[in-house]
């Protein structure tokens, strides 16, 4: 595991080099961005520590299991009298109970990649323009039907999950980097992952930390390139 401070309040958790989760500091502690690979729980705990500020909240971007699949033990490893918030989207809640089914005005391709069946309950399901913390929640489909984004209103750092990735170079969610494939073998809906790419680029991110791959400052052009990329694919 390798943790990595970018600007003054965002740490990433790296492990196997291509998985990432995030913390994010508030005022009062740390904010947890998707808890990674299984057994993830004692490392998310180890950085909190190194970093000197307790969890209080953990939030989620996606159901799948690169995602979710320490949240369970996470959860139960942190104080159960520390009132941490637990927060995802509705559809999320109900993915990881294991239904996968569609609503009937989405896209109705295949949804892909592997989701993890977790146990635990949220204290708060989110929907678009929520805030957990200084993030404000976007709705992001396309890797997943239930996916969304976080934007830090502070300093414009976009927590984009698997809407982007850079692992292997940036490109939207559905457009294959054959040196890291795997967001593109398990995205859901390609057209819906460009919409939603445009409507990430639109918040004008100052920072661009993703899923899979480095974080990038400055990232509006190289985001532009790649939404340009998925549309043309998008396009057959």
């Given amino acids: 595991m390798s943790l990595t401070q970018h600007g003054r309040v965002l740490w990433q958790i790296t492990r196997l080099r291509a998985f990432n989760s995030y913390l994010i500091q508030e005022d009062d502690g740390l904010t947890v ?31 799948h299991g690169d995602h979710v699949a320490s949240l369970d033990d996470l959860c139960k490893q942190l104080p159960a009298d520390a009132g941490i918030e637990i927060a995802f989207g509705e559809r999320t809640a109900v993915f990881l109970t294991g239904d996968k089914s569609l ?72 457009v294959m980097k054959w040196l890291f494939p795997f967001p593109a073998m398990a995205t859901w809906h390609l057209p819906t992952a460009v919409d939603t790419a445009k409507k990430l680029l639109a918040l004008n991110p100052q920072r661009l930390a993703v899923g899979h791959g480095r974080v990038l400052e400055n990232p509006a052009q190289a985001m532009r390139q790649a939404i340009e990329t998925a549309e043309k694919k998008a396009r057959g």
Avoid: W
Wanted: proline letters at 6%.
């Fill in 33 to 63: 961005i998707d808890t990674n690979l299984g057994n993830s729980a004692g490392k998310i705990i180890a950085a909190a520590q190194q970093i000197g500020q307790p969890i209080k909240r953990v939030a989620l971007t996606h159901a």
């Fill in 103 to 174: 609503k009937p005005d989405e896209p109705q391709d295949k949804v892909r990649g592997g989701f993890e069946l977790c146990r635990t309950e949220p204290t708060r399901l989110l929907n678009e323009g929520d805030m957990v913390g200084s993030l404000r929640v976007v709705a992001a489909p396309g890797h997943t039907p239930d996916h969304i984004a976080f934007y830090d209103e502070r300093d414009g750092t976009l927590i984009a999950g698997d809407a982007f990735q850079t692992q292997a170079g940036l490109a939207v969610a559905g």
